[in-house]
């Protein structure tokens, strides 16, 4: 069940209304929000349309537009209900719309799609018919008319004749558009494909089937060569691959490790040691046979064989001069040989000449995507192996001396770039050899015919997708040309088959529902105008053929008076039938209790009596339903509708500064007591927008409702008690009116065509010179 509209932003005519807001004065009492039945009165361009508008999206779930003043702002609706969850519209989608189908609504639009007359419709024909099937109530009669039938069967024979002719005419514009070995009508059933086509992959397309086209010549050269094809050579993967690590056997088995370039070329002795050994410089096999005897006799110096225990020479060369140190030059020496064989290694590296012969014999019969990746040194790589190799020589001649500037992190780079382009060369090789063996495998098995039909087939495929990219637009244009004249073939055979299908058929449905419907329907055009009177139609039935769009006329026969209305009906009885139809359909409705109802203004073209009837058969037949909403801009309904409908709330909606719907209390003048009561305290309100649209409705509502109920009895069941109502009134009454008669308007019309009836679209009105139009008000004392 709806709660509130709490909120309308930019929502039709609904700019910026609030629930809350616009019932203030009953803010947190929940008297105010829509209970089972809700009775809504407006007049004509307050927004009641609008609000409608709203509901019916809500059960279809379909979009509402914006205000037209502001297309470029967001909009936002807020539903509360009273159990599920709120119901919001962001302006382009629904969310927890918990209504969708479940509100059923009677307006002008039902009138229009259910109840016709043989005569002119307001939608005409063409619309009428769009509807066949749903139209119940459809009046016509049964009268058998062979003259109709015979014109029935000229027009399908002409129309059968110009189709034929235009079938033809489409058939030799596709033609030339089309792919060969196909006719019209394969064109015709190839409709999705040609939609599928995508007309921006025509050059891709055309390289795929030109490669195609490539390898089936290649095929059919190789069918011709066996002794070539048998004599082909599979392609040399590379075999190894450069690296950097060394190799030892350790426990003995062979393993790779790192070379620590950056040590074994920072290998060197200390500066003490270079003290030392200064004296000695260029004399390395002096050196070498001083540190051996150091070893062998520790307590004499080898050079001089004086004795120097105690002496601090003597730690210096026991420190210095050891085999240890002797091993370790001749390591470094050695690590820095390897990573110099390395080096060369990775300068030299490249992929196998044979692979060039064997690649061009291969291309005569296979088609290769991707040539096997290069495998080299670059020249910066192998300036940059040439540099390192220098280095190594450098530190070679001077093993002792510290050496820097190696480039082994950039040297790693390059190894792995040509690890990678030799993974890539093996791959492509790999497949270049599937290709070669599965090239000689065929031919020597017979099968190369087999691969040249089904490359055939593809080529074939791709001619019809590349027409079709290449023509789609002109494609689909015939082909919606010939699906539009198909449509006449349509219209014909539905011609044929009402022409010889037995009438029973229809009539016998119609009856049916006849059975189950008309003396409801009966009755209650009854009670809405006694002086109509529905009949059905008697006696064994036949088709009218005075449509030929129309397949049958099924419905009722109507009287009024007595007399025959059936080419005549005026829209109030056209109502009273649609009507009649709507609360019949309601009866019948399952899942009462789940379904909204709403009428819009459902007694446009009443008279008193039929209003006052309508509204109590609305009470009635509703009551089961979950919820009730009457719309209607009709003072005298709206007094019925609050008579005979129990357990209701009453609301008024005003359009200011946007639409606005208003609660009111049941007792009319409670609601303007209070705003004027509001008024009193003006001078202590702020200024806000907010308020001054608020205000500003008040001020309007009061002053109509004043004038119109108070001196004029508006709301008066008859014109007999609106002459008593102002008969009542006293002469000073009218003459103080008639005498305030310019502030009056002047007020009235600053609330409709003054600033205020602009705010806040064209500008701002002032909170001071409203509060004057308020004061003003007061003073008048109506």
Known sequence: MIKRIVEASNVLSYVGYKWDTVNLPIKGNDVSSFVKNNVIFAENGSGKSNLIKILVAMKLNGQIEKNWYMEDQPSKLVVSMRKDKDIEYDGASWKDNSLQKKIIIFDREYIDRYVHSTGKTPQGAGGRDAERGKNIVFLGDFGSHNEEIEKLIKVKDTLKKKTDELKRQNAQDIAPLSPKDMDASDVYAARKLIEASDPTKLDDTKLEQAKLVEERGKLAEAQKKEKEIAALQLLDEVDEKPTLKAKRYKGGVEEEYDLKVDELLGFSVSEAVKKALAAVEHKQHFVKEGTELLSKDPDHCPYCTQSVVGLPLTDSYKKIFT????????????????????????????Q????????????????????????????ADRQLIKDEIDLIDTKLAKTLEKVTGSKYADLEKVVA???????????????????????????????????????????????????????????????????????????????????????????????????????????????????????????????????????????????????????????????????????????????????????????????????????????????????????????????????????????????????????????????????????????????????????????RFCLETKI???????????????????????????????????????????????????????????????????????????
């Open 352 to 379: 196998p000449h044979v692979n060039n012969d064997r690649l061009v014999e291969a291309k005569k019969y296979v088609t290769v995507e991707t040539d096997p990746a290069v495998v080299s040194a670059t020249e």
């Open 708 to 782: 119109k109920e108070k001196y004029f009895g508006y709301s008066k069941d008859s014109l007999n008690e609106m002459i008593e109502q102002v008969a009542s009134n006293s002469g000073q009454m009218f003459a103080d009116l008639l005498a305030n008669k310019d502030k009056i308007l002047e007020i009235y019309n600053y609330c409709n065509t003054g600033g205020l009836a602009h705010y806040p679209r064209d500008g701002a009105t002032s909170w001071t010179e409203l509060k004057e139009m308020i004061h003003q008000y007061t003073a008048l004392n109506l």
């Open 417 to 699: 770039r040509i690890d990678k382009a030799i993974d890539s060369h093996n791959t492509t090789v790999k497949a270049i050899n599937e290709l070669i063996k599965k090239l000689k495998t065929d031919a020597s098995g017979g099968k190369l015919g087999d691969r040249i039909a089904e490359l055939d087939q593809k080529i074939a495929k791709l001619d019809v997708e590349i027409i079709y990219m290449t023509n789609k637009v002109e494609l689909i244009r015939l082909i919606d040309q010939y699906e539009k004249i198909s449509k006449n073939d349509t219209v014909v055979d539905a011609l044929e088959r009402i022409y010889q299908t037995t009438k029973d058929a229809i009539v016998d449905q119609f009856s049916k529902w006849v059975e189950e419907h008309y003396a409801r329907i009966a009755e209650l055009v009854k009670i809405l105008s006694p002086k109509m009177s529905v009949f059905n139609i008697g006696g064994k039935s036949t088709f009218d053929r005075r449509k030929i769009e129309s397949p049958a006329q099924c419905g009722f026969m109507i009287q009024v008076n007595g007399k025959d209305k059936m080419d005549s009906l005026s829209d109030g009885e056209r109502q009273v039938v649609a009507l009649a139809y709507f609360f019949a359909m309601l009866e019948k409705m399952k899942d009462q209790d789940q379904m909204i109802v709403v009428l819009d203004d459902p007694i446009t073209n009443f008279d008193a009596g039929k209003r006052k009837t309508t509204a109590q058969t609305i009470a009635d037949i509703t009551a089961p339903f979950r919820q009730l909403f009457v719309f209607t801009c009709d003072p005298l309904f709206k007094t019925y509708l609050l008579k005979q409908i129990s357990n209701r709330n009453y609301y008024y909606i005003f359009s200011s500064a946007g639409s606005s719907i208003h609660y009111v209390p049941s007792n009319l003048e409670t609601i303007t007591s209070s705003f004027e009561l509001d008024f009193q305290n003006i001078d202590t309100e702020l200024g806000t927008d907010e308020n001054i649209v608020v205000y500003g409705q008040k001020l």
């Open 323 to 350: 085999e240890e140190f002797s091993d370790s030059e001749t390591e470094v020496a050695s690590e820095l040989r390897k990573y110099k064989v390395l080096l060369g290694n990775l300068r030299d590296v490249q």
